[in-house]
Protein backbone atom coordinates (compact mmCIF):
# COMPACT_ATOMS: atom_id res chain seq x y z
CA UNK A 1 0.00 0.00 0.00
CA UNK A 2 1.55 3.39 -0.97
CA UNK A 3 2.26 5.87 1.81
CA UNK A 4 0.02 8.95 1.73
CA UNK A 5 2.65 11.12 2.74
CA UNK A 6 5.07 9.64 -0.14
CA UNK A 7 1.62 10.57 -2.14
CA UNK A 8 1.70 14.18 -1.22
CA UNK A 9 5.68 14.63 -1.93
CA UNK A 10 4.74 13.16 -5.43
CA UNK A 11 1.64 14.21 -6.52
CA UNK A 12 0.43 13.10 -9.99
CA UNK A 13 1.73 14.79 -13.12
CA UNK A 14 -1.65 15.34 -14.90
CA UNK A 15 -3.33 18.43 -16.33
CA UNK A 16 -7.22 19.02 -15.44
CA UNK A 17 -9.03 17.86 -18.64
CA UNK A 18 -12.50 20.26 -18.24
CA UNK A 19 -11.19 23.57 -17.99
CA UNK A 20 -8.05 22.63 -20.98
CA UNK A 21 -10.72 21.44 -23.20
CA UNK A 22 -12.57 24.71 -23.19
CA UNK A 23 -8.93 26.42 -23.41
CA UNK A 24 -8.72 24.27 -26.99
CA UNK A 25 -12.17 25.08 -28.15
CA UNK A 26 -10.91 28.66 -27.87
CA UNK A 27 -7.96 27.76 -29.53
CA UNK A 28 -9.68 25.66 -32.25
CA UNK A 29 -12.10 28.65 -32.83
CA UNK A 30 -9.22 31.24 -33.67
CA UNK A 31 -7.48 29.10 -35.22
CA UNK A 32 -10.53 28.76 -37.42
CA UNK A 33 -11.15 31.85 -37.95
CA UNK A 34 -7.58 32.30 -39.73
CA UNK A 35 -8.23 29.15 -42.11
CA UNK A 36 -11.58 31.13 -42.65
CA UNK A 37 -10.20 34.80 -43.53
CA UNK A 38 -8.05 33.22 -45.75
CA UNK A 39 -10.63 31.62 -47.72
CA UNK A 40 -12.68 34.53 -47.98
CA UNK A 41 -15.41 33.46 -45.64
CA UNK A 42 -14.88 36.37 -43.22
CA UNK A 43 -18.17 36.38 -41.93
CA UNK A 44 -17.63 32.87 -40.71
CA UNK A 45 -13.97 33.94 -39.56
CA UNK A 46 -15.61 37.38 -37.05
CA UNK A 47 -18.12 34.68 -35.35
CA UNK A 48 -15.31 32.61 -34.33
CA UNK A 49 -13.56 34.67 -32.89
CA UNK A 50 -16.47 35.84 -30.58
CA UNK A 51 -17.14 32.19 -30.25
CA UNK A 52 -13.71 31.65 -28.63
CA UNK A 53 -14.31 34.83 -26.55
CA UNK A 54 -16.90 32.64 -25.15
CA UNK A 55 -14.72 29.82 -24.50
CA UNK A 56 -12.68 31.69 -22.59
CA UNK A 57 -14.61 33.45 -20.57
CA UNK A 58 -15.73 29.91 -19.59
CA UNK A 59 -12.21 28.07 -19.44
CA UNK A 60 -11.30 30.17 -16.18
CA UNK A 61 -14.43 30.25 -14.03
CA UNK A 62 -14.91 26.33 -14.79
CA UNK A 63 -11.96 25.94 -12.99
CA UNK A 64 -12.49 28.14 -10.17
CA UNK A 65 -15.95 26.27 -9.77
CA UNK A 66 -14.61 22.81 -9.97
CA UNK A 67 -10.94 23.32 -7.98
CA UNK A 68 -8.84 22.38 -11.07
CA UNK A 69 -6.86 25.82 -11.43
CA UNK A 70 -3.28 24.99 -12.29
CA UNK A 71 0.26 26.91 -13.64
CA UNK A 72 -0.34 24.37 -16.85
CA UNK A 73 -4.10 25.89 -17.54
CA UNK A 74 -2.98 29.36 -16.66
CA UNK A 75 0.05 29.47 -18.73
CA UNK A 76 -2.17 27.34 -21.60
CA UNK A 77 -4.57 29.59 -21.32
CA UNK A 78 -2.39 32.74 -22.41
CA UNK A 79 -0.77 31.17 -24.94
CA UNK A 80 -4.52 30.45 -26.72
CA UNK A 81 -5.74 33.77 -26.11
CA UNK A 82 -2.08 35.08 -27.97
CA UNK A 83 -4.02 32.91 -30.71
CA UNK A 84 -7.61 33.55 -30.78
CA UNK A 85 -7.05 37.74 -29.67
CA UNK A 86 -3.70 38.55 -30.74
CA UNK A 87 -2.88 36.73 -34.22
CA UNK A 88 -6.58 35.50 -35.50
CA UNK A 89 -8.06 38.63 -35.54
CA UNK A 90 -4.69 40.51 -36.98
CA UNK A 91 -5.00 38.18 -39.77
CA UNK A 92 -8.71 38.30 -40.38
CA UNK A 93 -8.74 42.15 -40.61
CA UNK A 94 -5.61 42.08 -42.85
CA UNK A 95 -7.00 38.99 -45.15
CA UNK A 96 -10.33 41.25 -45.58
CA UNK A 97 -9.00 45.01 -46.10
CA UNK A 98 -5.10 45.88 -45.20
CA UNK A 99 -3.51 43.50 -47.68
CA UNK A 100 -4.40 45.84 -50.52
CA UNK A 101 -3.17 48.71 -48.69
CA UNK A 102 0.40 47.28 -49.00
CA UNK A 103 3.41 47.60 -46.41
CA UNK A 104 1.42 50.01 -43.74
CA UNK A 105 -1.44 47.24 -43.79
CA UNK A 106 0.43 44.47 -42.34
CA UNK A 107 2.36 46.81 -40.13
CA UNK A 108 -0.88 47.98 -38.99
CA UNK A 109 -2.02 43.82 -38.54
CA UNK A 110 1.33 43.89 -36.62
CA UNK A 111 0.72 46.55 -33.79
CA UNK A 112 -2.38 44.98 -33.48
CA UNK A 113 -0.70 41.60 -32.77
CA UNK A 114 2.53 43.02 -30.61
CA UNK A 115 0.11 45.00 -28.58
CA UNK A 116 -1.76 41.78 -27.84
CA UNK A 117 1.60 40.14 -26.69
CA UNK A 118 2.66 42.79 -24.35
CA UNK A 119 -0.89 43.06 -22.87
CA UNK A 120 -0.80 39.69 -22.14
CA UNK A 121 2.70 39.73 -21.08
CA UNK A 122 2.25 42.58 -18.61
CA UNK A 123 -1.17 41.11 -17.19
CA UNK A 124 0.28 38.15 -16.16
CA UNK A 125 3.41 39.38 -14.47
CA UNK A 126 0.80 41.81 -12.60
CA UNK A 127 -2.23 39.34 -12.21
CA UNK A 128 -1.47 38.96 -8.21
CA UNK A 129 -1.13 42.46 -7.47
CA UNK A 130 -3.49 44.61 -9.97
CA UNK A 131 -6.32 46.16 -8.98
CA UNK A 132 -9.07 43.43 -10.08
CA UNK A 133 -11.69 45.96 -10.27
CA UNK A 134 -10.02 47.52 -13.07
CA UNK A 135 -7.96 46.60 -16.16
CA UNK A 136 -4.88 48.71 -17.10
CA UNK A 137 -5.29 49.06 -20.96
CA UNK A 138 -7.94 47.32 -23.24
CA UNK A 139 -8.28 43.48 -22.42
CA UNK A 140 -7.58 41.19 -24.96
CA UNK A 141 -10.85 39.96 -26.12
CA UNK A 142 -12.49 43.44 -26.08
CA UNK A 143 -9.78 44.53 -28.38
CA UNK A 144 -10.44 41.59 -30.88
CA UNK A 145 -14.41 42.24 -30.60
CA UNK A 146 -13.54 45.38 -31.94
CA UNK A 147 -11.29 44.36 -34.80
CA UNK A 148 -13.16 40.94 -35.76
CA UNK A 149 -16.35 43.14 -35.06
CA UNK A 150 -15.33 45.45 -37.76
CA UNK A 151 -14.92 42.63 -39.96
CA UNK A 152 -18.60 41.13 -39.52
CA UNK A 153 -19.94 44.30 -39.75
CA UNK A 154 -18.27 45.30 -43.31
CA UNK A 155 -18.98 41.54 -44.30
CA UNK A 156 -22.53 41.55 -43.17
CA UNK A 157 -23.35 45.26 -44.71
CA UNK A 158 -20.83 44.61 -47.87
CA UNK A 159 -18.91 47.36 -47.23
CA UNK A 160 -16.09 47.39 -50.77
CA UNK A 161 -12.82 47.01 -48.63
CA UNK A 162 -10.66 48.73 -51.24
CA UNK A 163 -12.86 51.94 -50.02
CA UNK A 164 -12.95 50.76 -46.25
CA UNK A 165 -9.13 49.47 -45.93
CA UNK A 166 -7.83 53.22 -44.55
CA UNK A 167 -10.71 52.79 -41.80
CA UNK A 168 -9.80 49.18 -41.26
CA UNK A 169 -6.00 50.40 -40.50
CA UNK A 170 -7.01 52.96 -38.24
CA UNK A 171 -8.99 50.23 -36.26
CA UNK A 172 -6.91 47.58 -36.06
CA UNK A 173 -3.61 49.99 -34.78
CA UNK A 174 -5.82 52.11 -32.42
CA UNK A 175 -7.21 48.75 -30.90
CA UNK A 176 -3.57 47.52 -30.80
CA UNK A 177 -2.41 50.90 -29.14
CA UNK A 178 -5.27 50.75 -26.45
CA UNK A 179 -4.53 47.43 -25.68
CA UNK A 180 -1.07 48.80 -24.15
CA UNK A 181 -2.22 51.99 -23.05
CA UNK A 182 -2.18 53.04 -19.39
CA UNK A 183 -6.22 53.73 -19.85
CA UNK A 184 -8.29 52.35 -16.50
CA UNK A 185 -10.87 49.33 -17.86
CA UNK A 186 -13.77 48.25 -15.46
CA UNK A 187 -13.45 44.68 -15.56
CA UNK A 188 -17.08 44.41 -13.71
CA UNK A 189 -15.68 41.88 -11.55
CA UNK A 190 -17.18 43.90 -8.71
CA UNK A 191 -20.38 42.62 -9.76
CA UNK A 192 -21.93 40.44 -7.54
CA UNK A 193 -23.90 37.73 -9.51
CA UNK A 194 -24.83 35.54 -6.77
CA UNK A 195 -27.22 38.26 -5.23
CA UNK A 196 -31.29 38.18 -5.50
CA UNK A 197 -32.11 40.92 -8.87
CA UNK A 198 -35.63 42.48 -9.20
CA UNK A 199 -37.60 40.76 -12.04
CA UNK A 200 -37.34 43.53 -14.46
CA UNK A 201 -33.53 42.59 -14.34
CA UNK A 202 -34.26 39.82 -15.87
CA UNK A 203 -36.76 41.29 -18.55
CA UNK A 204 -33.75 43.47 -19.59
CA UNK A 205 -31.41 40.63 -20.13
CA UNK A 206 -34.13 39.12 -22.65
CA UNK A 207 -34.24 42.51 -24.48
CA UNK A 208 -30.51 42.65 -24.94
CA UNK A 209 -30.41 39.06 -26.03
CA UNK A 210 -33.25 40.24 -28.52
CA UNK A 211 -31.78 43.21 -29.68
CA UNK A 212 -28.16 41.77 -30.38
CA UNK A 213 -29.87 38.50 -32.13
CA UNK A 214 -31.98 41.08 -34.03
CA UNK A 215 -28.15 42.93 -35.88
CA UNK A 216 -25.60 41.09 -34.03
CA UNK A 217 -22.63 42.71 -36.01
CA UNK A 218 -23.72 46.20 -35.41
CA UNK A 219 -24.70 46.11 -31.96
CA UNK A 220 -21.61 43.69 -30.98
CA UNK A 221 -19.39 46.39 -32.40
CA UNK A 222 -21.20 49.02 -31.12
CA UNK A 223 -21.08 48.09 -27.34
CA UNK A 224 -17.48 46.92 -27.51
CA UNK A 225 -16.23 50.13 -29.42
CA UNK A 226 -18.39 52.11 -26.40
CA UNK A 227 -16.56 50.18 -23.76
CA UNK A 228 -13.27 50.90 -25.41
CA UNK A 229 -14.11 54.83 -25.20
CA UNK A 230 -14.65 54.31 -21.68
CA UNK A 231 -11.36 53.83 -20.56
CA UNK A 232 -10.23 57.26 -21.54
CA UNK A 233 -13.44 58.75 -20.04
CA UNK A 234 -12.97 56.57 -16.97
CA UNK A 235 -8.96 57.37 -16.98
CA UNK A 236 -9.82 61.47 -16.89
CA UNK A 237 -12.38 61.39 -14.32
CA UNK A 238 -10.08 59.63 -11.92
CA UNK A 239 -7.32 62.01 -12.23
CA UNK A 240 -9.98 64.71 -12.30
CA UNK A 241 -10.68 63.33 -8.98
CA UNK A 242 -6.99 63.03 -7.18
CA UNK A 243 -6.78 66.43 -8.43
CA UNK A 244 -9.49 67.61 -6.61
CA UNK A 245 -8.98 65.98 -3.39
CA UNK A 246 -5.29 67.27 -3.37
CA UNK A 247 -6.60 71.14 -3.81
CA UNK A 248 -9.34 70.33 -0.98
CA UNK A 249 -6.50 69.00 1.02
CA UNK A 250 -4.17 72.22 0.49
Keep these: MTDSNETQKHPSKGIYLLPNILTTAGLFSGFY ?14 VAIFIAMIFDALDG ?30 LVAYNWALGDLGKIGWLAAFI ?10 RFNTTVGTADKRYFTGLASPAAAAIVSGMVWLGADYEFNPDTFGVFAMIITALSGLLMVSNF ?10 KERVPFIAILLMVLVFVIVAFEPAL ?15 LTYRGVKEIKAKNSDSE
Design 33 to 46: AIIASMNNHFESAA
Design 61 to 90: RVARMTNTQSAFGAEYDSMADMVSFGIAPA
Design 112 to 121: YAAAAALRLA
Design 184 to 193: RYSSFKEIKW
Design 219 to 233: VLFSIFSLYALSGPI
